[in-house]
Nanobody
Framework: QEQLVESGGGLVQPGGSLRLSCRAP???????MGWYRQAPGKQREWVAT???????NYADSVKGRFTISKDNAENTVNLQMNNLKLEDTAVYYC???????????WGQGTQVTVSS
């Protein structure tokens, strides 16, 4: 089964930056790409989406601090996270889906920890 391969993440102090990347299968051109996160004891929540035409949407909690982008040639989606806060600590998941909903793919998750 094809999967998404995530990279990035780690430990950073409040106010710092991290960049997450996710490589999707080659046949996902035109798919909707995004990021979700799940903090300990909480449900998974949506973070950001980038549509096939480049339009982006962000959760209010990350708007102005996070930037989602994609590289069509490499089939990758990135999440640049700036001015990180303690509450951004979570496992971050990459998500790619067909515009009609299926098929969809999830990354394995990468830990982001913001701590002083």
């Amino acid at each position: 089964q094809e999967q998404l391969v995530e990279s990035g993440g780690g430990l950073v102090q409040p106010g710092g930056s991290l960049r997450l990347s996710c490589r999707a299968p080659a046949d996902t051109s035109g798919y909707v790409m995004g990021w979700y996160r799940q903090a300990p004891g909480k449900q998974r929540e949506w973070v950001a989406t980038i549509w096939s035409g480049g339009l982006t949407n962000y959760a209010d909690s990350v708007k102005g601090r996070f930037t989602i982008s994609k590289d069509n040639a490499e089939n990758t989606v990135n999440l640049q996270m700036n001015n990180l806060k303690l509450e951004d600590t979570a496992v971050y998941y990459c998500h790619v889906r067909h515009p009609l909903g299926f098929p969809e793919y999830w990354g394995q998750g990468t830990q982001v920890t913001v701590s002083s």
